[in-house]
């Protein structure tokens, strides 16, 4: 199997080396490759129709049918005041849960090397139950004991108790210092203590030797660990929700919006958040392999970044795509586009309404002036035996039947009050 | 105690101490523990306006847990049957959940660790990551666009003219667990990745040589090598299900509750702090209890949960 090393996701297994004959093997290898592919698709389908609908000047966010090519979407983000409140209160709850983690999980991965053995399963055991907790149980303690502290204080409303943000930095500092702790354990692991011992015996101090030699070895875990937490704390919901009171984050206000109206603008924070992540990724996946290689080969300088690193070529073509597409945004305008949709629906409404009277004139012809009320408007959708039922037995015998009320799906058109003659819209 | 304390501050001075000790008693002490018994505090009293705290009135009670078996004093029907079957049927859908996303993320796992190489599983990986970027909320709405009314698959399949009728998939409930199971894909892979790629291939050879079918060599090597992954994996995804409110907000039909949702409705629709804190509470027990049994049952510890 190692002999096909993948080039892309798909193709790789679906073509295995035909080198024997179809053997049981073979067959299993079929079913691995295609299982990916279904799998990826699963992965990679709602986020694609997502960004589809983005950018589709339906109102309705929908991927089919497509009407026109609009970045309206875009803007009417863009102009979100809640949003961009969201955004800055995000980042001011980012900043605090970072150093607040960041610290906390870094005291309380070194303390872990501390401990003596026999206590040491009920620390971590503690320590780690943060990540094991529901989010909103999280909150929830935050919010009550906080409130609490701030009762018994006698505190006013206006204090620091009482401030969402401020209680959204603990909740969430509460399980984001755990993924730190993690991660700094990583890499203690890592670390040989004895680095340590040899600089206290040269007669370093002990803070000396935090600063000049542990804190050094920890600074990629300090980098990677503050990213963590800040993602952590970005998309965080379920801490956030209970805590934040009247103020908003962006991730409460998105929920929000996706939760009362429905909204292609939603998409359009997600096509941006999809971009910008993959940049991220790519970036950083071809930054450690141009690292890998400059320590091998020592080629330096953006050449050798891009060369035989798809990864690099990716992220930066990505970039140079989305500046495109701003640049287009700025130029496309969508409004004869969207014009000539609307004037089509108009005209199918019309023709609707036309043959609508077409049959409403025939039957009068063939019942006699008294049968005014239309029977079971309701039934048949358009196109398709539509008003089938009008010639059935019954509406012949001029019986009694009863209105049905028009169909939401399709309003106005076979509403009772659009057969009548003259009621254009 | 004070051997632990001296030996502290000798082995790292007194700056490193006292920093090591006050983040882990803050840390301990004001995030973890205390909240938690604030929260219990809460649900044992009664949910009294604030001019009446501390006063006589003011006294521990489990009414709070009575009305989550029983109902309002006086109930007709004995049980308080809304909210026990809202509980049951987030216990019974996150294990659903949970069982579905082992299964799908086995294969994916096991093909990562053991054949994928190279690029390939470089690319795999990255594949796997980039969804998780993005927000939960964004995720659950993508399955709205995609289960909706007007959504893709409706749309679809009235244009095939498969049905004449939108299917209610939002109704039915298929939208959640679809978005349920998708949103914990990547909590299940990577303890299943580690687990399973510490497995020495040597061992699948000599399984492959004595004869195994390739089912047996996964029941009787791989899956039992990979158990404590399994376990972490499963638990993980189970705590999250249970505990998931964004999902089930976007995504829950409109007569279908999730139980954190009910927790979410007593303090923000019907304002009872004490209620809500007693259903949170009972929703940390369901979950611990679950995680030690998953530990008891399948005999992990929980140092290997989390990694």
Redesign the interface.
């Known amino acids: ?2 002999q ?6 798909d193709a ?2 679906a073509a295995p080396p035909v080198r024997r004959a179809w053997t049981p093997e073979t067959t ?1 290898r079929v079913f ?1 490759g295609a ?2 592919v279904l ?2 698709a ?6 694609i ?2 960004s589809i ?1 983005a950018f589709n000047s339906s109102s ?6 497509w009407e026109c090519l609009t970045f309206e979407w875009f803007a009417k983000a863009a102009a979100d005041d809640r949003l961009r409140m969201g955004l800055r209160n995000a980042a001011v709850i980012g900043a605090g849960v970072v150093s607040l983690s960041v ?2 999980g ?3 991965a ?2 872990l090397t ?3 053995p026999r206590a040491r ?1 009920t620390y ?15 909150g ?3 919010l ?2 906080w409130d ?1 502290i701030a ?1 018994t204080l006698g505190a006013s409303t206006d204090t620091l108790f009482y401030n969402g943000i401020f209680l959204t930095i ?1 909740g969430q ?2 399980f984001i ?2 993924y730190c702790m ?1 991660v700094f354990i990583a890499r203690l692991q890592r670390f040989d203590m004895g680095l340590v011992d040899a600089a206290l015996d040269l007669g370093a ?3 000396q030797a ?1 600063r000049k030699i542990l804190l050094p070895f920890l600074k990629p875990a300090v980098g990677s660990a503050a990213v963590l937490a800040f ?1 952590a704390s970005f ?1 965080n ?2 801490t956030t ?2 805590t934040i009171s009247h103020y908003n984050t962006f ?1 409460t206000e ?2 929000q919006k ?2 009362l109206g ?1 909204d292609p603008s ?2 359009s ?2 096509v941006v ?2 971009v910008l ?2 940049i ?3 970036a950083h ?1 071809g930054w450690s392999r141009y690292a890998a290689r400059r320590e091998k080969t020592g080629a330096r300088g953006p050449g050798a970044f891009f060369r035989g690193n798809p ?1 690099a070529i990716m992220s930066a073509l990505i970039v140079v795509a989305g500046l495109g597409t701003m640049w287009a945004a700025q130029h496309h305008s969508a409004a004869a586009c969207k014009a000539e949709v609307l004037q089509e629906k108009l005209e199918i409404q019309r023709r609707l309404r036309e043959e609508a009277a077409q049959r409403r004139l025939e039957r009068q012809q063939q019942q006699g002036p008294a049968e005014s009320v239309p029977a079971r408007s309701g039934i048949g ?1 358009p196109g398709r035996g539509t008003f089938g039922d009008v010639f059935s037995p019954e509406s012949l015998r001029g019986a009694p039947t009863p209105t049905a009320p028009a169909e939401p799906r399709t309003p106005g058109v076979f509403s009772p009050d659009t057969l009548r003659p003259g009621t254009g819209q | 105690m004070t051997r632990l304390l001296a030996g502290l501050y000798h082995r790292n001075g007194a700056g490193m101490a006292t920093f090591m000790l006050a983040g882990v008693a803050f840390w301990i002490v004001f995030l973890i523990v205390l909240p938690q018994l604030a929260m219990l505090d809460f649900s044992l009293r009664y949910d009294l306006p604030p001019a009446r705290i501390g006063g006589p009135e003011d006294v521990y009670t489990f009414d709070n847990y009575k009305f989550f078996l029983f109902g309002h004093p006086g109930n007709p029907e004995g049980w308080n049957f809304v909210d026990l079957r809202v509980f049951a049927r987030t216990i019974v859908a996150a294990a659903l959940v949970t069982v579905l996303n082992l299964a799908i993320c086995y294969p994916i796992a096991y093909y990562l660790a053991q054949s994928a190489s190279g690029a390939g599983a470089r690319a795999i990986a990255i594949a796997l990551i980039v969804p998780y970027w993005i927000n939960e909320i964004l995720r659950a709405f993508a399955f709205r666009i995609i289960f909706g009314d007007a959504g893709v698959i409706n749309t679809v399949l009235k244009l095939l003219g498969l049905v004449d009728q939108s299917i209610d998939f939002i109704r039915m409930d298929v939208a959640l667990y679809a978005g349920l199971t998708y949103a914990y894909l990547l909590l299940m892979i990577f303890p299943l990745y580690n687990a399973i790629e510490s497995l020495d291939r040597n061992q699948l050879e000599a399984a492959r040589d004595l004869g195994a079918p390739w089912w047996r060599i996964h029941w009787r090597v791989v899956i039992p090598f990979a158990k404590p992954g399994i376990t972490s994996g499963c638990t993980m995804v189970f705590m999250l299900a249970a505990g998931a409110l964004a999902v089930p907000q976007v995504l829950g039909g409109p007569s279908s509750l999730w139980f954190t949702q009910l927790i979410y409705q007593s303090f923000f629709d019907f304002l009872n702090w004490a209620r809500g804190a007693a259903y949170a509470v009972i929703l940390l027990v369901t979950c611990t209890l679950v995680v030690l049994l998953m530990m008891r049952v399948f005999k992990v510890r929980l140092g290997e949960i989390g990694r």
Do not use: D
């Open positions: 199997m190692s096909h090393s993948a080039a892309t996701v790789a297994p299993i691995v299982y990916i799998f990826f699963y992965l990679f389908g709602p986020l129709i997502m609908t309705f966010p929908r991927a089919v049918p610290t906390l870094l005291a309380g070194l303390f501390q401990v003596w399963a971590y055991t503690v320590v780690i139950s943060p990540i094991l907790m529901p989010g909103v149980v999280l929830i303690s935050t009550l004991f609490r009762k603990l500092s509460c210092s755990s993690l101090t002990n803070a935090f993602l998309e919901y379920n929700v209970f991730t998105v929920a996706a939760r429905i939603i998409s924070l997600a958040i999809i992540s993959l991220g990724v790519l996946e990864a959708s």
